[in-house]
């Protein structure tokens, strides 16, 4: 089993990365662009996997290295703007456990049917 990857490693490896190997940052609102590119592809994925949309000849379909693509580009944004993802999601998911306490309880479109 791999070893598990916090989001603070992850930020640091990223970091690394970029020093050594992509030389240095791209610039935030270019960063920006990619990361909503790589969402695209990302969502092009899914329609063809859990949609209703059929894939093209031969093309496949790498759900999980989209995703990735997803994380790595977000988390470029993170480190160049200086937010600690650690902090800024356990923070995130405070707001949300305490707006959504009975939120989804409620909602009547997520409810389990009473047919089923």
């Known amino acids: 089993m791999a070893e598990e990857l916090t989001l603070r490693q992850a930020q640091q490896a990223v970091d690394s990365w970029i020093r ?10 270019t960063n920006m662009a990619l990361l909503t590119e790589e969402v695209g592809e990302l969502a092009r994925v899914m329609a063809r996997t859990y ?4 894939c093209k000849k031969g093309e496949r379909l790498h759900l999980a290295d989209e995703m990735a693509d ?3 580009v977000l988390i470029c944004l993170a480190n160049q ?3 600690d993802l650690t902090t800024a999601f356990r923070k995130n ?8 306490q009975n939120r989804h309880r409620k909602n009547i479109k997520i ?5 089923t």
Do not use: A, I, M
């Open 111 to 115: 409810l389990p049917s009473k047919d």
């Open 81 to 83: 703007t200086g937010v």
């Open 51 to 54: 949609g209703e949309q059929s």
């Open 70 to 72: 997803v994380l790595f």
């Open 93 to 100: 998911l405070r707001k949300k456990s305490r707006r959504d």
């Open 20 to 29: 050594t190997t992509g030389v240095r940052y791209f610039n935030e609102l």
